[in-house]
């Protein structure tokens, strides 16, 4: 019994190292001007699995301002935003596109919303970028996403 209860703060104190270790969650926010407050995103090949949340601070409703995030390779992004286009509102985003690496909501402002995925899937050489896919707004909602 003893042994047992050692055994289990062992393996409680082993989970929350594994946890502090590495923080595999990233916040970024989007406003009312058409802006990321991250041109780029470094995270870790430790991640296993990644979970970004997406803020929206701003006050506009999402079928005049929404905003999403959105991952692909660089080479894929220009090809995915007219995929958006033609896919239309609400959400802007093609269905079941293997382009799309992760893709949260649309959301409006004030809202929030999350994606998580599975980061060691991914090419940690690789050109990736994340974007907003509402129209027009990937020319200045993107950033490179860095495996490092
Ligand atoms: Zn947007």
Known sequence: MR?????????ISCISNIALAQDCTQTIESNDAMQFDL?????????????????H?????A??????????TTEDMMPLT????????PSYLPENDPRVIA?????????E??????LSALDPSGDYTYFCTFPGHYAIMKGKFIIE
Do not use: Y
């Open 113 to 118: 919303t999350s994606v998580t995925f599975d």
């Open 82 to 89: 007219g995929a958006a286009m033609q896919a239309g509102a």
């Open 3 to 11: 042994l047992f209860q050692i055994f289990l703060i062992f393996l």
């Open 39 to 55: 041109k780029e995103m470094r995270v870790s090949t430790e991640c296993k699995s990644l979970t970004i949340n997406l803020k």
């Open 103 to 111: 893709a949260t909501d649309m959301i409006g402002g004030g809202q």
């Open 63 to 72: 079928q005049f301002m929404g905003h999403n995030w959105v991952l692909s």
């Open 57 to 61: 601070v701003g006050n506009l409703p």
